[in-house]
């Protein structure tokens, strides 16, 4: 099937729109960049386990909008020596088959300049990134840099938006339309929450760009429930719940496996 994707749409998003055009449900997993040790090994594991495309992220001091699974994580990256010019040299030597997006905070782009850092990620194969605490009227600067550079700028879109906002995200976000499932941080959750189903569907009704429900999936099933409505899911802490617990490579692969036969129907 053709893809839907319109004129001058970067890689990620033509990507993305192909391969939901076939009637593929999306699966976006997360990687912490520096942990585990293992960590380009993870990327290459989950691509070949069904993963669409994957959140690859920058460790930041303070990362405000994740949960103690993933500050955990961080933090264990941040104490082994992880910065973010090493990170981006060890996502250069990876070659998964999918498009990887970057996902940190704005002080490090901030850090390193706009130039800089957008050329930093061109460089290191990134197709996008998530700078969630960038605001929707800051963005401008960055996106005028980023987009030249071959970099689309993912946005959120919180369900606490009103619909004119929601409008002005979806016109401006590259890639796909991050749609935030539940108000909060980033963790694992016992059920969905009906925020994101409502998100979801309002997204969907404004805009063709791929909308991909992240922050409170956790689980195949809810995996597979959200994507009756939208296009895919970002799995993140789940993920990174697994590898604390030590249960190790093998199980977070399976994991991401399962994920994509839930998406699948299987």
């Excluded at 009704?205 to 959200?226: H, L, N, R």
Aim: charged share 20%; glycine share 10%.
């Amino acid at each position: 099937m053709t893809s839907t994707a319109p004129p001058g749409v970067g890689s990620l998003e033509a990507h993305l729109r192909a391969r939901r055009d076939e009637g593929r449900k999306l699966l976006l997993p997360y990687v912490t960049g520096g942990y585990p040790d293992d960590w380009p090994r993870m990327v290459e594991g989950f691509a070949q386990a069904g993963a669409d495309a994957m959140e690859v992220s920058i460790p930041f001091s303070d990362p405000m909008m994740d949960g103690p699974t993933i500050q955990e994580a961080s933090a264990r990256a941040l104490a082994a020596g992880w910065t973010p010019p090493k990170v981006l040299d060890a996502v250069s030597r990876i070659d998964p088959g999918v498009p990887l997006i970057a996902m940190t905070y704005y002080n490090v782009a901030y850090h390193a300049g706009h130039q800089r850092f957008a050329t930093d990620l061109a460089t290191a194969g990134l197709s996008g990134v998530i700078l969630p605490d960038l605001p929707l009227e800051e963005v401008g600067p960055w996106v005028e840099v980023a987009r030249p550079a071959g970099i689309e700028t993912v946005l959120l879109a919180a369900p606490t938006a009103g619909d004119a906002r929601l409008e002005r995200i979806c016109e401006k976000a590259q890639g796909f339309v991050y749609a935030v499932g539940v108000v909060g941080i980033t963790g694992e959750r016992a059920e969905l929450s009906a925020s994101a189903l409502d998100i979801a569907r309002r997204l969907k009704a404004i805009t063709d760009k791929p909308v991909i429900v992240g922050v409170g999936v956790s689980t195949p099933d809810q995996a597979a429930e959200i994507a009756e409505v939208a296009d895919g899911v970002v799995v993140a802490s789940a993920i990174i719940r697994t590898l604390l617990d030590g249960k190790g490579f093998d199980a977070a692969v399976d994991f991401v496996g399962e994920l994509r036969a839930a998406l699948d129907g299987g």
